[in-house]
C-alpha cells in the first residue's frame, strides 16, 4: 500500500509546497509499484524514542479459568485436543495466541486417566502447576509429578507427554517462547509412533543430580539450556523465607530468587528466564520497569500490582501481564509468592534489554 503524504487539505490556489507534496504522492505511487516505500514517512513509527508495547496490561481470574476449562473437558478429550489449553490472549493482541508480543501462555487442563501424546516442537515451555496434584509430565525419559507451585521445563525439542493418573483434575499454566520461534520463522514439530516415552530415569533424577549444589563430575556446562526438569515449590520456597529471614528484600521485587541453570549461573532457557518472589505481609514495593515483558502467577496470597497506573488486584493462581517499559510495582495485602516469566534472557543475549528504576 501506498504512503500517504496527505496532511492536510489541498489549498485553493495551489503553491510551490503543494507541488511538492504533488510530486512527492506521485514518487510515492510510483515506487509502490516496485514494492518500495520511503523510510523518511515512517522512520518515527519504527525507531520509537522508547519502547511502544502493543499489548495491554491484563488480569486473568483463575475462578473464571478455571471454571472454563473444566468446561472443556466436557467438550473435548486431552488426545482429540493433543493439547487442551486455553490460551490467554491479550486482548490488544487477539487471534494471535500471545499473552505479550514474545510469549504464549494458556491453562493446561488433563483429567484423571488421561494422557496427552509424547510430542516435540522447536517451542521451549514452561509450567507452573496450578490446581490439583498427582499428575505427571515426562520429559526426555524421566518423569515428573507435579504439585502446586511446581517448575516444569521442556527444553527446546525435548520430547514431552503428560498423564494424570491421580483422581483429581490437573490445571497448569503453560508459558512458551512460541511467539518468539514464529518470529524467527523456525518452527518444528514432531509426533511419534508412541503415546508415552519409556522411562530411561528415576523420576527426580535431574534436581538431584544438578539442582543439590553437586553436578555428576564431568558434567559440560550448556548454555543453551538447564538440565533440571522441575524446579520443585517443596524446594524454592524455603529459600525464599531464609533470604527473608536474611533482610534479602528488593525494594521492587520483594525476597526474590532466579531460577539458573546450574551447569553455568545463567538463566533456565535463552529465550525464557523465570523468578519467584516473596513479598512480606504490608509489601509495598517501589515503581519499576525494564523492556521485557512479563507474566506474573501469584502463587499464594494476596495483594495488587499497579500496572501502567492500573491496578489489578491478585490472589492465588491469578495471571497478570505487564507489557515491556510500563512501570509496575506490587502491594501485599497478605504474604505472598509470585512467579514470573519473561522474555529477559532473550533481550540480555541481544544487548538490548534495559532497566529503570
Ligand atoms: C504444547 O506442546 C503444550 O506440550 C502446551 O503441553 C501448550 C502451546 C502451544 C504450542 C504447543 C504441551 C502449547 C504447546
Same mark, same amino acid.
Given at each position: 500500500?501506498?504512503?500517504?503524504?496527505a /496532511?492536510?487539505?489541498?489549498?485553493?490556489?495551489?503553491?510551490?509546497?503543494?507541488?511538492?507534496?504533488?510530486?512527492?504522492?506521485?514518487?510515492?505511487?510510483?515506487?509502490?509499484?516496485?514494492?518500495?516505500?520511503? *523510510?523518511?514517512?515512517?522512520?518515527?513509527?519504527?525507531?520509537? +524514542?522508547?519502547?511502544?508495547? +502493543?499489548?495491554?496490561?491484563?488480569?486473568?481470574?483463575?475462578?473464571?479459568?478455571?471454571? *472454563?476449562?473444566?468446561?472443556?473437558?466436557?467438550?473435548?478429550?486431552?488426545?482429540?485436543?493433543?493439547?487442551?489449553?486455553?490460551? *490467554?490472549?491479550?486482548?490488544?493482541?487477539?487471534?494471535?495466541?500471545?499473552?505479550?508480543?514474545?510469549?504464549?501462555?494458556?491453562?493446561? *487442563?488433563? $483429567?484423571?486417566?488421561?494422557?496427552?501424546? %509424547?510430542?516435540?516442537?522447536?517451542?521451549?515451555?514452561?509450567?507452573?502447576?496450578?490446581?490439583?496434584?498427582?499428575?505427571? @509430565?515426562?520429559?526426555?525419559?524421566?518423569? @515428573?509429578?507435579?504439585?502446586?507451585?511446581?517448575?516444569?521445563?521442556?527444553?527446546?525439542?525435548?520430547?514431552?507427554?503428560?498423564?494424570?493418573?491421580?483422581?483429581?483434575? #490437573? $490445571?497448569?499454566?503453560?508459558? &512458551?517462547d #512460541?511467539?518468539?520461534?514464529?518470529?524467527?520463522?523456525?518452527?518444528?514439530?514432531?509426533?511419534?509412533?508412541?503415546?508415552?516415552?519409556?522411562?530411561?530415569?528415576?523420576?527426580?533424577?535431574? &534436581?538431584?543430580?544438578?539442582?543439590? !549444589?553437586?553436578?555428576?563430575?564431568?558434567?559440560?556446562?550448556?548454555? +543453551?539450556?538447564?538440565? %533440571?526438569?522441575?524446579?520443585?515449590?517443596?524446594?524454592?520456597?524455603?529459600?525464599?523465607?531464609?533470604?527473608?529471614?536474611?533482610?534479602?528484600?528488593?525494594?521492587?521485587?520483594?525476597?526474590?530468587?532466579?531460577?539458573?541453570?546450574?551447569?553455568?549461573?545463567?538463566?533456565?532457557?535463552?529465550? #525464557? !528466564?523465570?523468578?519467584?518472589?516473596?513479598?512480606?505481609?504490608?509489601?509495598?514495593?517501589?515503581?519499576?520497569?525494564?523492556?521485557?515483558? @512479563?507474566?506474573?502467577?501469584?502463587?499464594?496470597?494476596?495483594?495488587? /500490582? @499497579?500496572?501502567?497506573?492500573?491496578?489489578?488486584e491478585?490472589t492465588?493462581?491469578?495471571?497478570?501481564?505487564?507489557?515491556?517499559?510500563?512501570?509496575?510495582?506490587h502491594?501485599?495485602?497478605?504474604?505472598?509468592?509470585?512467579f514470573s516469566?519473561?522474555?529477559?534472557?532473550?533481550?540480555?543475549? &541481544?544487548?538490548?534489554?534495559?532497566?529503570?528504576?
Open positions: 500500500m501506498a504512503v500517504s503524504t /496532511t492536510s487539505a489541498p489549498a485553493k490556489n495551489p503553491g510551490p509546497k503543494d507541488n511538492i507534496i504533488g510530486a512527492r504522492q506521485a514518487y510515492y505511487d510510483k515506487i509502490d509499484k516496485y514494492d518500495m516505500a520511503p *523510510l523518511w514517512e515512517v522512520l518515527k513509527d519504527h525507531v520509537t +524514542k522508547v519502547p511502544k508495547s +502493543k499489548c495491554v496490561p491484563v488480569l486473568w481470574k483463575f475462578e473464571d479459568a478455571k471454571k *472454563l476449562v473444566l468446561e472443556a473437558g466436557d467438550v473435548i478429550t486431552a488426545e482429540e485436543a493433543e493439547r487442551r489449553v486455553l490460551v *490467554l490472549e491479550n486482548p490488544a493482541l487477539r487471534g494471535q495466541a500471545k499473552a505479550t508480543n514474545t510469549l504464549f501462555a494458556g491453562i493446561q *487442563l488433563i $483429567m484423571p486417566g488421561e494422557v496427552a501424546d %509424547v510430542h516435540r516442537h522447536v517451542a521451549s515451555a514452561i509450567r507452573f502447576v496450578m490446581d490439583g496434584r498427582g499428575a505427571y @509430565t515426562a520429559v526426555e525419559g524421566e518423569k @515428573t509429578i507435579m504439585s502446586p507451585g511446581d517448575f516444569v521445563i521442556t527444553a527446546n525439542w525435548a520430547p514431552h507427554d503428560h498423564g494424570n493418573t491421580s483422581d483429581q483434575p #490437573m $490445571m497448569w499454566l503453560d508459558v &512458551l #512460541m511467539p518468539t520461534v514464529n518470529h524467527f520463522e523456525s518452527s518444528f514439530m514432531e509426533h511419534f509412533d508412541e503415546k508415552v516415552q519409556k522411562a530411561t530415569r528415576q523420576d527426580g533424577d535431574s &534436581l538431584a543430580f544438578y539442582g543439590s !549444589g553437586v553436578l555428576p563430575d564431568g558434567t559440560m556446562a550448556n548454555p +543453551k539450556r538447564t538440565p %533440571v526438569i522441575n524446579y520443585t515449590y517443596a524446594r524454592t520456597r524455603p529459600i525464599l523465607e531464609r533470604m527473608l529471614k536474611a533482610g534479602d528484600i528488593d525494594k521492587h521485587h520483594g525476597a526474590r530468587a532466579r531460577y539458573i541453570n546450574p551447569t553455568t549461573g545463567g538463566w533456565v532457557l535463552p529465550t #525464557m !528466564g523465570a523468578h519467584l518472589a516473596l513479598l512480606p505481609k504490608g509489601f509495598k514495593g517501589e515503581e519499576y520497569r525494564s523492556t521485557d515483558g @512479563t507474566v506474573f502467577v501469584c502463587a499464594e496470597g494476596k495483594g495488587a /500490582t @499497579t500496572v501502567g497506573g492500573q491496578a489489578f491478585w492465588q493462581n491469578d495471571v497478570f501481564v505487564v507489557p515491556p517499559w510500563t512501570s509496575y510495582s502491594m501485599a495485602e497478605k504474604e505472598s509468592v509470585l516469566i519473561s522474555d529477559r534472557p532473550a533481550q540480555e543475549a &541481544l544487548g538490548i534489554w534495559r532497566e529503570a528504576a
